[in-house]
C-alpha cells in the first residue's frame, strides 16, 4: 500500500501548513486496538481514546499516540513548556492564550482518507482554569499539586477504522 498524500499534493499542502500529515493503510484483521494499545512504548504519555455513539455503541475510530513530541503544563501562573528534551519555565497572566499560540503554530490540514483528528494536541484543562478568564476569590488549598491544565502534543498516531476494518498509521512532517 502506497504512502499518502503523493508527493505533489504533499507539496502543495506545505506551502500552506506547518505539519503535513502521511499516512499508510493497513488491515486490521488481526490487530485490535487494546493489543495495539499494549504495543506501544511504556510510559505515562500514551493515551486510547475509543469514540462512542450515544453512549452504548462503538464508534467509527479508535486513537492510539505515544511519545509526543511537546507538553505545556500550567499551574496557577507559572507555564512550562517541554520540547526535544528542553523545559522552559516562566510566569505567564494568560496560560490559555499561550495554548492557542501552540495549537496555531502547528497546523496540518484536514485529508480526505483521514478522521477529523489525526495529531495534535491532547490533554486538559482542570476546574481551576476558569480563573485565568474570571475573577474568582481565592482558591482553596492545592492538596493534590495538579497542573491546571496539561496538553501533550502528538505528531504520530495509530488510528483503527472500524468501519472499514483498516489502521491508519500517521506521522506528521514537520515542514517549516
Known amino acids: 500500500m502506497p504512502y499518502l498524500p503523493d508527493f505533489e499534493t504533499f507539496c502543495n499542502l506545505a506551502r500552506g501548513h506547518d505539519l503535513v500529515p502521511v499516512y499508510r493503510q493497513l488491515v486490521s484483521d488481526t490487530l485490535t486496538p487494546v493489543s495495539a494499545y499494549g504495543r506501544l512504548p511504556a510510559g505515562d504519555d500514551t493515551f486510547l481514546f475509543e469514540s462512542v455513539v450515544g453512549g452504548e455503541r462503538i464508534g467509527r475510530y479508535s486513537f492510539l499516540g505515544a511519545q509526543p513530541f511537546?507538553?505545556?503544563?500550567?499551574?496557577?501562573?507559572?507555564?512550562s513548556r517541554t520540547q526535544d528534551g528542553q523545559t522552559q519555565e516562566w510566569e505567564c497572566d494568560d496560560p490559555l492564550a499561550e495554548?492557542?499560540?501552540l495549537v496555531a503554530a502547528h497546523r496540518a490540514p484536514?485529508?480526505?482518507?483521514?478522521p477529523r483528528f489525526a495529531g495534535g494536541a491532547v490533554?486538559?484543562?482542570?476546574?481551576?482554569?476558569?480563573?485565568?478568564?474570571?475573577?474568582?476569590p481565592n482558591a482553596p488549598a492545592d492538596d493534590r499539586h495538579l497542573?491546571?491544565?496539561a496538553f501533550a502534543f502528538y505528531d504520530r498516531m495509530v488510528i483503527f477504522d472500524q468501519l472499514r476494518k483498516?489502521?491508519?498509521?500517521?506521522?506528521?512532517?514537520?515542514?517549516?
Open 70 to 79: 511537546l507538553w505545556l503544563t500550567a499551574h496557577g501562573n507559572h507555564v
Open 99 to 101: 495554548l492557542e499560540r
Open 110 to 114: 484536514h485529508i480526505p482518507g483521514l
Open 166 to 176: 483498516t489502521v491508519l498509521v500517521v506521522a506528521h512532517a514537520n515542514v517549516r
Open 123 to 136: 490533554g486538559y484543562a482542570g476546574y481551576d482554569t476558569v480563573r485565568y478568564v474570571e475573577r474568582l
Open 147 to 149: 497542573p491546571d491544565l
